[in-house]
């Protein structure tokens, strides 16, 4: 069996690769339609207590002569989106507001690659709202702009789905990856993403790398089945239970019925003499 083939979507690869000028000007001037002619990448850990924490961490972050453009790819829903990205602008214009230095405020723009295997109408909604939420928060300093990997998927004749191909290349076998790369790679704009994909997917160290990374990433379902199971088994195991004491409750007032005393009837239910007496209770009040 042949070992996977991970693509753009990785996110140990997304950084590495997006994180390269050439590669990150190219996307964005094919895919979020913004001509960037130069970029300067900021660091992205913006407050020191966040630092390895999700929600203080963004993709790549970077500076044009026009704006600062949060590079975001989302490969699972997440509940707190709305407050994550609230969050990396305000934190950006808090830096600004600490140095006074407001005569050089840029805008930030969001652009977020979604790579969600389920609710797409549900998802575009929901960054629909986020979209109107930034514009009542910040106004005219945030934007934000949407790639749907999953629409991309479909519109087969366009340069979307070029690069949803390599960025979903994990949903292909390895010969149609080889297929997708070799013809990708007669393009100049894919030559330099097509060349690091591979050195990176034929890197051991590299490669094990993106499979923790891969490990790290869960759907909703993969993330919540474990608990659904147990909650399942549990709530069998509870089924199970509250039967069994019904069956012990109900021969406790049998016995209680016909004379027998309540020392008695604990000891061949095996319920506590509490509970038997509350058997009692119930027969007297019938």
């Known amino acids: ?11 140990y690869l997304f950084k590495k690769i997006f994180g390269r000028n050439v590669c990150c000007q190219q996307l964005l ?10 970029i300067t990448y900021l660091n992205k850990e913006f ?13 790549v972050l970077l500076k044009t002569r026009k704006s600062i453009i949060l590079l975001e790819m989302q490969n699972r829903n997440l509940y707190h989106i709305e407050a994550r990205i609230s969050l990396y602008i305000a934190s950006i214009y808090l830096e600004y507001w600490e140095k006074n230095d407001y005569g050089n405020v840029l805008p930030v723009e969001v652009c977020l690659i979604l790579n969600y295997p389920y609710g797409d109408e549900k998802t575009l909604k929901e960054y629909q709202m986020l979209e109107v939420t930034l514009k009542e ?14 629409k991309a998927l479909k519109e087969t004749d366009s340069i979307h789905y070029q690069y949803a191909q390599l960025f979903c290349l994990n949903e292909y076998s390895s010969g149609q990856v ?3 790369l070799e013809v990708l790679s007669r393009e100049e704009r894919f030559k330099n993403m097509i060349q690091q994909i ?4 034929m890197s051991k160290e590299e490669y094990q790398k ?22 399942k088994e549990e709530g069998k195991k509870s ?7 019904k069956k012990q409750m109900e021969i406790a007032r049998n016995l209680l019925s016909e004379g027998f005393s309540v020392d008695l009837a604990a000891k061949v239910t095996k319920l506590s003499k509490e509970q038997v007496m509350r058997c009692q209770k119930f027969i007297e009040t019938k």
């Open 1 to 11: 069996m042949s070992k996977k083939y991970y693509g753009l979507s990785n996110d």
């Open 29 to 38: 001037n094919d895919i979020f339609h913004k001509q960037v002619s130069s």
């Open 47 to 59: 407050k020191k207590e966040n630092q390895g924490l999700s929600y203080g961490i963004c993709d």
């Open 137 to 150: 928060r910040f106004g005219n300093y945030a934007d934000i702009k949407v790639w749907n990997l999953r």
């Open 178 to 180: 080889e297929k997708i």
């Open 198 to 201: 591979r050195e990176y997917n």
């Open 210 to 231: 993106m499979r923790e990374e891969e490990n790290m990433e869960m759907t909703f379902e993969q993330a919540t089945s474990g608990l659904i199971e147990h909650a």
């Open 239 to 245: 089924g199970e239970m509250i039967g069994k004491r």
